[in-house]
């Protein structure tokens, strides 16, 4: 019955993995050209919205009017979500206007002029080759698409980039960074050169089973550079334009767009997607990744099996053989520890308000990869994933106080008040104080990710109005039931245990605890740390669901292998030991986010290297609840098997 359970649910994984996928309920646009009344609730206009800036080189994203860009100030702003909020994004509309299947060609938007001797002109100027030597890419959207910019990579690839950049630097010395490389023109030493023109194609498919006009499929996007001397009338044609590093004076900056539309059958509206996510050689990784888990799992089930089924079932038939006092005095192994494998933990306190927490993280982390899943969080859908977490966080603060309560009552604790505060407080309250220093950090450098007053003061209304009453609620129901009645009773006095080896201490054993379980994890989490970092789109959820059950089932077995041995070594210090093996995933993978950071990463600046690894601390708690849960709950259904089926006097 297992096997077909596992065979299902790998199947549908790799449904969710491979199929063309959008978010249920998301109803597609119809367009069709001006003075067309043949097609009900059709649009002709084309909006183009601007998104945040951001670059590879910096954490720090910025608005689109930072950089001092043709804006259109009389529109309204679309509402942004709470995910999208946090992420720092904030789109706007744009003066970028087109009608469908009417071409433009070299159309001006706008004209933006500095004057070096204006201190705040020179500001904007500094701000903007600023941001071309970070390489920072614009983010523009069209009927809910990434405009995307697409060129060649090696071995005749295409790579289509949701993002282009505002322009390069060609550094005193001739060298071409960044996307100076794309034109040979670019050759003037120490110059900033601007992709002051853009080509936009823009494809569409007709619906012709329906009258239905068309849907856009895809738009594309070419940065170009003119000089185009003549404001009036530009050309879009002739030298580039570039800004002297150090150029003195007045200088000029015209925008121009062309658009061009396409008609192509072959994409469908429901895979409109797919050209981006297929130009991300992902896949063949990911199977590899889902093979070494796999391997790892199936190495890790046999030695539980070996141990369940041989060692342990001869244990407790030998056990239950004996018939008298003499025989179970010269026994050892985990049956003499039997009046004490129950005795309460020290801090248990401390253990019971971590626990809760981590099963709070449990469901929220399930719950929204199962959605993901389903495509409820696709791309399409943005901040659907950031906002889904936070509610369901909010919402399952009862099972976090109920968890909290239940453990602590039965590790014979009576301070009740402290236990729901701790509960309902301490964990939530390191990640917020976490997360408002780096809110700070980003408010004092500008940037757009740093979150508005009052998007704080609903976080904390959502955690002290409905978080906390949801936690004490949990709480009481946890302190009124029984306690937890364990299969053998606890002797008075504690029993000595021997020395130990090496490899039964406690502390190697959590540190090769963690191992197996960050083995199953760490392709996958280059991938996440990519998309967190790089600014790549994630979209594998059904890998990552996989990972996650995989991960679930690692930290399970490690625990109760290691747990096994230290029972059999006499040492009934079980359950924060249980607790930190799987814990110590944590360890490893804040080890390697600082290895990524060094050895991936072009992040640059004080501000930046600060925010990455504030943020990375606040991940590693999560990390390190969610995985310690898992591993205490397993060591304690295992101890709890093991010790209700020996005879004990």
């Known amino acids: 019955m297992s096997a077909n359970m596992f065979v299902w649910l790998f199947g549908a994984m790799m449904v969710a993995v491979v199929s063309g996928f959008y978010l249920p309920g998301l109803a597609p646009v119809s367009f069709c050209e001006p003075g067309n009344n043949k097609v009900p609730d059709c649009k002709s206009s084309i909006e183009l919205f601007v998104n945040r800036l951001d670059s590879v080189e910096s954490v720090l994203p910025y608005e689109y009017t930072a950089f001092d860009f043709c804006s259109e100030q009389k529109e309204k702003r679309p509402s942004e979500n709470l995910g999208q909020v946090l992420f720092g994004e904030r ?9 469908f299947k009417k071409p433009e060609t070299c159309k001006k938007v706008c004209t933006r002029t500095y004057n070096t001797n204006n201190p705040n002109d020179k ?23 990434p405009v995307t910019w697409c060129y060649d990579v090696e071995e005749g690839q295409k790579f289509c980039n949701p993002g282009f950049p505002i322009g390069c630097y060609v550094t005193d010395t001739g060298h071409s960074e960044d996307a100076c490389v794309v034109n040979a023109n670019f050759n003037e030493k120490d110059a900033f050169y601007l992709f002051n023109h853009v080509d936009i194609t823009i494809y569409y498919h007709i619906v012709e089973q329906e009258n239905l006009g068309a849907r856009l499929v895809a738009a594309k996007v070419e940065p170009k550079s003119f000089e185009n001397p003549n404001d009036d009338s530009p050309d879009c044609s002739g030298n580039p334009k570039f800004l002297k590093n150090k150029h003195e004076g007045t200088f000029k900056i015209p925008y121009t767009y062309s ?39 199936l190495f890790l089930s046999g030695m539980v099996a070996m141990i369940l089924l041989r060692t342990l079932h001869k244990d407790i038939a030998r056990y239950n053989q004996m018939d008298s006092v003499e025989d179970a005095q010269e026994e050892f192994g985990w049956k003499l520890v039997h009046g004490d494998v129950f005795r309460p933990p020290k801090k248990g306190m401390l253990l019971s308000v971590f626990l809760g927490s981590g099963t709070q993280i449990f469901i929220m982390t399930f719950v929204t990869l199962f959605f993901a899943c389903l495509g409820f969080l696709s ?18 603060g009862t099972p976090a106080g109920y968890v909290a309560a239940r453990l602590y009552k039965s590790f014979g604790g009576e301070k009740w008040k402290t236990n729901v505060l701790l509960t309902a407080f301490l964990c939530p309250g390191v990640v917020f104080a976490d997360f408002f220093v780096m809110n700070l950090i980003l408010w004092g450098e500008g940037s757009s990710a740093a979150m508005p007053f009052a998007t704080l003061v609903a976080i904390l209304a959502l955690w002290f109005c409905i978080s906390v009453p949801l936690t004490f609620i949990g709480a009481y129901f946890g302190f009124k039931k029984m306690s937890i009645e364990h299969p053998v009773r606890t002797n008075q006095i504690p029993r000595q245990i021997p020395e130990q080896s090496f490899y039964t201490k406690p502390f190697p054993g959590i540190i090769m605890g963690g191992i197996l379980p960050f083995g199953c994890i760490f392709i996958q ?74 050895s991936k990463l072009q992040i640059t600046g004080l501000a930046s290297t600060i925010l990455y690894f504030g943020y990375t601390m606040i991940m590693a708690l999560i990390f390190f609840l969610f995985t310690g849960t898992i591993g205490f709950f397993a060591c304690f259904w295992f101890v709890t098997k093991i010790y209700s089926v020996v005879k004990v006097d």
């Open 525 to 598: 989490l280059f991938f996440i740390l990519n998309s967190i970092w790089s600014h790549q789109m994630y979209y594998m959820f059904g890998f990552l669901f996989l990972v996650f059950i995989i991960l679930v089932i690692t930290c399970s077995e490690a625990t109760i292998l290691l747990c096994y041995f230290h029972l059999c070594a006499e040492d009934y210090h079980w359950q924060w030991r249980s607790f930190l093996t799987s814990g110590f995933t944590a360890i490893y993978f804040l080890v390697y986010a600082i290895h990524y950071f060094f």
């Open 91 to 99: 789109i706007e509309p744009s003066p970028y206007k087109f009608e």
């Open 259 to 297: 658009v061009n539309f396409v008609e192509d059958k072959t994409i469908r509206w429901a895979s409109r997607w797919d050209y981006i996510l297929e130009s991300m050689p992902h896949t063949n990784i990911q199977w590899f990744s889902i093979m070494n888990s796999l391997v790892i799992v």
């Open 123 to 145: 500001t904007k100027l500094d701000f903007l080759k600023k941001g071309m030597l970070l390489n920072y890419q614009h983010h523009w959207i069209v009927d809910n698409m």
């Open 379 to 396: 791309p399409a859908n943005r901040g659907a994933l950031m906002t889904c977490s936070v509610v369901l966080w909010v919402l399952l």
